[in-house]
């Protein structure tokens, strides 16, 4: 997809896929488990460790770390445990798939991080009971949301007001997209969303146009929301 930045009507939609299944999911944690515990390999790090970074570093500017963090999607884990190592001490990672909610934890167990709080949830559903974080982070959740063949569009629209529901007053949603461009995200969160910064991410340009592989934006609840 062509992550130019455009202010154009968007869609909600994307082709189905595979991706976009908990059946998926389940089979590559199950997977990516078994190597850990034969081989000490903890899998793939989502969109790559320098998306990673970057989120670390503007949280680590601009986040204190009394913060309460939770990381939606959390896969592994392993940007809770980089945001531990950085000395953040309130984060919880959830994640729909119960065989990366194990892997997880075998993973912060191996590195000490016991205090990490570690729930199965699946923010696609009405009425998730999360509340008062300042922070969440989202990298790639929503577009396997989006990717998924069982009425993705109603699933992204209860995924937001979740997410929304779940921050405090002031809380800021950092969300990085390999789907969708900055202005495309803008208009998906707007309902309970206001664009607060756009974290850099490397560019591209094609055919005249400039445009990023991925995208990483931060939002601040709507307090009418």
Known sequence: ?????????????????????????????????????????????????????????????????????????????????????????????????????????????????????????DLTEENCHFENFNIALDKGTYDAICLNPDNAVFKQKNYIKNVSNLLCTDGLFIITSCNWTEGELIKHFESDFTHYQTIPTPSFKFGGKVGNVVTSLVFKRKTDS
């Open 1 to 121: 997809m062509d992550h130019s930045n455009n202010d154009e009507a968007c869609d909600l939609s994307l082709q189905p896929s595979e991706l976009g299944t908990k059946e998926y999911w389940n089979a590559v944690y199950e997977r990516d488990k078994r190597n850990y515990e034969n081989h000490g390999d903890i899998g793939e790090v989502w969109f790559g460790e320098d998306s990673e970074l970057r989120v670390l570093s503007w949280l680590q500017k601009n986040v204190h770390k009394e913060s309460r963090i939770i990381d939606i999607g959390c896969g592994n884990g392993m940007m809770l445990v980089e945001l531990a190592r950085e000395g953040y001490k309130k984060l919880t990672g959830v994640d729909y798939s119960p065989k990366a909610i194990e892997l997880c934890s075998k993973i912060m167990k191996s590195q000490s991080f016991d205090h990490i709080e570690l729930k199965i949830a």
